[in-house]
């Protein structure tokens, strides 16, 4: 079974980080789990940082934590507001399902199947480039 946290977002990082502060004042750097937002320098990640920030930004958050990340942050669901942040992101095309766990979330798949196909988003763009592309292509240089 997961953890379960209700925390208050103290920051936004970008669209699919954030840091958190929960019971007993401990802090935790969280990544949603299953999505994967574009870099702040790439097309689209202002745009979804923005939104998360809206959402989530000093607001009560459910973070049901899955594990963590070689950066040692914790690897989460997250809900504002009562709304998953990894759905609304995909959905809204502001995020890519994050491909290696895209198995385990069928139903984002098909809201990002759903936002291609509408041309909403980053999917505007005749040639999106996936996060996980340009941080490889960004340490080439």
């Given at each position: 079974m997961s953890a379960v946290?209700?925390?208050?977002?103290i920051a936004v990082s970008d669209g699919d980080s954030l840091k958190v502060r929960c019971p007993q004042r401990q802090e935790l750097r969280v990544r949603i789990a299953s999505m994967d937002a574009p870099?702040?320098?790439?097309?689209?990640g202002q745009q979804s940082r923005r939104q998360l920030y809206q959402w989530c930004y000093r607001q009560q958050a459910q973070i049901t934590v899955k594990g963590t990340d070689r950066y040692r942050?914790?690897?989460a669901e997250v809900r504002c507001k009562g709304?998953?942040?990894a759905t609304?992101?995909?959905r809204t095309g502001l995020a890519?399902?994050?491909t290696p766990h895209a198995y385990r979330y069928p139903q984002l798949a098909t809201?990002?199947?759903q936002a291609r196909a509408s041309g909403i988003g980053l999917w505007r763009q005749k040639r999106p480039l996936p996060p996980w592309d340009y941080r490889r292509r960004s340490k080439k240089f």
């Open positions: 946290l209700l925390c208050l977002v870099e702040l320098r790439q097309a689209y942050r914790t690897l709304q998953d942040m609304l992101q995909v890519w399902v994050y809201l990002q199947e």
